[in-house]
């Protein structure tokens, strides 16, 4: 499976701020997945990421609040807008590997104040 | 309907003892199942994947599908505390993309 670096790890913001999340894989991949856990919840999937196209947004989650870049293949950044305490969450970067699987990153911890 | 439903736990099962885990999908289309553990405060772990009808066994861990009944399971053999842990079923949907349960917590009691 590919090596997938997130950062930051945590972070602690002030309500109305941005936040900007970095995923980096070792390996160069097609699609890169963004997903929301939010707490107590399982995985949402924001977003689909392709190198070289706009993201492909799921129903609820919009480009104004979550715009992604996906600048080549092997990095891609979520940026969470203008925040509220209901955008307190883990975000998590995943790729596809062989046969279908999708491995995560660490994730991010977001607590917005 | 949820698209995946788990009861959500927590199973609690006696060190040593099987650990079964149930999960139930809506898409007949399907054709790609997987079983994530996500221990607290850490990013899902893939353990099992499972394409076709039947069992599939990985060490401690098998998984078995029934796509007539839409339903796949998980079992866990000799539990551990360290299997201690919340259990995410997921399916692959239209379009590639991965569509997941709301997670199984399991605690293995010493």
């Known amino acids: 499976s590919a090596v997938i670096s997130q950062k930051p790890s945590r972070d602690i913001c002030q309500r109305g701020t941005s936040l900007t999340i970095q995923c980096q894989v070792d390996?160069?991949?097609?699609?890169m997945f963004w997903y929301r856990q939010q707490p107590g919840q399982s995985l949402t999937l924001i977003a689909t990421?392709?190198?070289?196209?706009?993201?492909?947004?799921e129903s609820g989650f919009v480009i104004d609040k979550f715009p992604i870049s996906r600048p080549n293949l092997t990095f891609s950044t979520l940026t969470v807008s203008n925040m509220s305490p209901e955008d307190s969450s883990i975000y998590l970067c995943?790729?596809?590997?062989?046969?279908?699987?999708?491995?995560f990153g660490s994730g991010t911890q977001l607590s917005v104040l | 309907q949820k698209e995946v439903e788990q009861n959500s736990g927590p199973l609690s099962v006696p060190e040593g003892a099987i650990a079964s885990l149930n999960c139930t999908y809506s898409?007949?289309?399907?054709?790609?199942f997987f079983w994530y553990r996500q221990y607290s405060g850490k990013s899902p772990e893939l353990i099992m994947f499972?394409?076709?009808?039947g069992d599939k066994e990985d060490g401690r861990f098998t998984a078995q599908l029934n796509k007539a009944s839409q339903y796949v399971s998980l079992l866990i053999r000799d539990s551990q505390p360290s299997d201690s842990a919340t259990y995410l079923c997921?399916?692959?949907?239209?379009?590639?993309?991965?569509?997941f349960g709301g997670g199984t917590r399991v605690l293995v009691k010493p």
């Open positions: 997921a399916f692959l949907a239209a379009g590639n993309k991965l569509t």
């Open positions: 990421a392709n190198q070289g196209s706009e993201a492909t947004y």
């Open positions: 898409d007949r289309g399907s054709q790609s």
């Open positions: 499972i394409y076709s009808n």
């Open positions: 995943s790729v596809p590997g062989r046969g279908e699987k999708l491995f």
């Open positions: 390996s160069q991949v097609t699609m």
